[in-house]
């Protein structure tokens, strides 16, 4: 009596020798742009950080396989526009980034403050309040809509920066008044790269310069981009469902990131 297919490890050598001659499709890769932002996303980890964990779970349930690049932000953006990423992540959905793309639900909150030296007496209720003081910035980044409309407006006096650590270098040494970050990226650069001496003479202004939640943004216009949009989504609303979005959230402000995975309790 012969034994069916589906149960001999025969199928499994034939499996093999159909992938070694090219007759199984490979799975298929989502190409996603990012950038160096501990906790979110760490360059240094085999898996990418947390939010990588949790994108890449979210793509193999729905079948895909993700390679993540690591590339200045606005140059990101570029490639995204150039059709040479499928994705880039993790941004805020703003007003000017939905000229070129078309945003992922909700991943997790972020928090962006004002970072400042504690020797400085500083106190803000309104944007035009930040007018006297000299900010450093992030090439590539959002601040939230008040802040990005007063800097194009030349309301403000911005320092720009391709990397992401001059700012706080900056602000350290006392060159610069202020610097917008996210609030869990920001504490996790002090403690990365400052002496403890250093990071006592850092705070944040409790006000928030603005929250909202960070996404995937996919390339505007392009029918396989937004049919991978709507895949990512679907399968993104049962983990939610699940409850890992508030197990991460939790976990980057109050935990260890690093040991989070999706479906853990």
Known sequence: MSVP??????????????????????????????????????????????LARLVSAVFAAAGYRVEYSFYPWDRNVLMLQQGALDAIMPYSCSPMRLDYGVCSEPLVRGEIVLFHRKDLPFDWQRIEDLGPYRVATTLGYSYGPQFDQAQQAGQLQVEQNSKEDTAFRLLALGRVDLHPQDRAVGYAMLRRLFSERERRAITHHPRFLNTEPLRLLFRKGDPQAEALLLRFNRELARFAERGDLRSLQRALYTGDPDRWRPGAP
Do not use: M
């Open 5 to 50: 297919l589906r149960r001999s490890p025969l199928r499994w050598l034939l499996l093999a020798a159909l992938a070694l001659a090219g007759l199984v499709a490979a799975e298929p890769v989502v190409r996603i742009g990012t950038g160096d932002w501990v906790p979110y996303v760490d360059q240094q980890r085999a898996d990418g950080g947390a």
